[in-house]
């Protein structure tokens, strides 16, 4: 193996928002790093704007989310109602069973039609 050469450069720090301090003022104001002073402000709009959509899109994903969820959780209670039911069979406990499923029934229906 052969050393070829070495190259020495000086190590630079990103340029970064500083603290000053305003002797009228007894708080630390950070200043603006200059590479935002740059920026056009229709661009920042246009970021600000974006942001929203896809904090708004989330939103409606978890909304999505959370219906399915509750409509998982009802028909695995209904799997469980039915279960117990059957176990020992009871007037009542059937009768609860048909009422349970009709409402689970009913909401599944309505989580679709969102």
């Known amino acids: 193996m052969e050393f070829i050469g070495e190259q020495q450069t000086e190590e630079t720090t990103p340029p970064s928002a500083t603290t000053t301090f305003d002797p009228f ?24 704007a974006w942001r929203r959509q896809v904090i708004a899109s989330a939103n409606v994903l978890w909304q999505i989310l959370a219906v399915r969820i509750l409509a998982l959780v009802g028909i695995i209670g209904a799997g469980l109602l039915t279960w117990v039911s059957e176990m020992n069979p009871d007037a009542y406990k059937l009768g609860l069973l048909g009422i349970y499923c009709g409402g689970v029934s009913l909401v599944v229906w309505l989580a679709s039609r969102k």
């Open 25 to 48: 003022e007894n708080t630390l104001r950070p200043t603006i790093a200059p590479n935002i002073l740059t920026i056009p402000p229709e661009q920042l709009a246009a970021n600000r």
